[in-house]
């Protein structure tokens, strides 16, 4: 069966510091991978989404950055953090040919 | 362009009682649908989902939802709601063939359920 591991969990920040949060799925190949952002009360919002290594593409322009060195693996990053990164950072996949996605646990950030 | 509209932020009700959470949309193709329901600081969970066919969905939890094409409105519906139902809950469209299925998503509707 399919498995989507997110880290860290929870992750507290100061303002400035850099950001990698790292998201793996098992259990298929080639998906489609995706990061949202859940601001507190709100919905999502599609941050970016990679069909295959090394492809990405941004929906909203800001000071992250996404990067897929393998098949299974998605990561999130920044340089320096604003306040206005703190969330709730979700990872999703998508199997080929499969139109759902499944989502990961989240990780919570809180910029300081 | 896709659009969705989740009608009510927050669905108070008492245990036991039903409840309909209503979703419509907007879309100049054909659509998949979804309903996705969120615990407190965990991930989305696929509740049910309509592809084609009959337009009853059941899904996971005793929940069900019923596409009405001629309404552009996919409600999601439960006959008697527990405490543990609880959360928040999102609806989603995708367009049919999309490469990439990207979905968009509700602004979500709060389901609080009161002993």
């Known amino acids: 069966s399919q498995t989507i591991h997110q880290w860290p969990a929870t992750l507290v920040q100061p303002v400035g510091s850099p950001l990698s949060l790292e998201c793996t799925v098992e259990?298929?190949?080639?998906?489609?991978l995706y990061w949202y952002r859940q601001a507190a009360g709100r919905g999502l919002q599609l941050l970016f989404y990679?069909?295959?290594?090394?492809?990405i593409s941004s929906e909203v322009p800001q000071n992250l950055s996404a990067s897929r060195p393998q098949d299974r693996q998605f990561i999130l990053s920044s340089k320096k953090l604003l306040l206005s990164d703190s969330g709730f950072y979700l990872c999703?996949?998508?199997?080929?040919?499969?139109?759902?996605?499944?989502f990961g646990p989240g990780t919570r950030l809180t910029v300081t | 362009a896709q659009s969705v509209t989740q009608l009510d932020s927050q669905v108070p009700v008492f245990e036991e009682a039903p409840v309909e959470l209503r979703c419509n949309y907007s879309?100049?193709?054909?659509?998949?649908l979804f309903w996705y329901v969120q615990y407190p600081n965990q991930g989305l969970q696929l509740l049910l989902k309509?592809?084609?066919?009959?337009?009853l969905v059941k899904g996971i939890n005793g929940f069900e939802a019923e596409f009405n094409k001629s309404q552009t409105s996919f409600h999601l519906r439960k006959p008697s709601v527990h405490i543990s139902d609880t959360a928040e809950y999102f609806c989603?469209?995708?367009?049919?063939?999309?490469?990439?299925?990207?979905?968009?998503f509700g602004r979500g509707t709060s389901l609080i359920v009161h002993p």
């Open positions: 999703a996949w998508r199997g080929q040919g499969f139109s759902e996605q499944y």
């Open positions: 259990g298929t190949s080639n998906p489609n």
């Open positions: 990679s069909v295959g290594i090394g492809q």
């Open positions: 879309s100049s193709v054909s659509v998949y």
């Open positions: 309509y592809l084609s066919g009959s337009t």
């Open positions: 989603a469209v995708s367009d049919q063939g999309g490469g990439s299925y990207i979905p968009t």
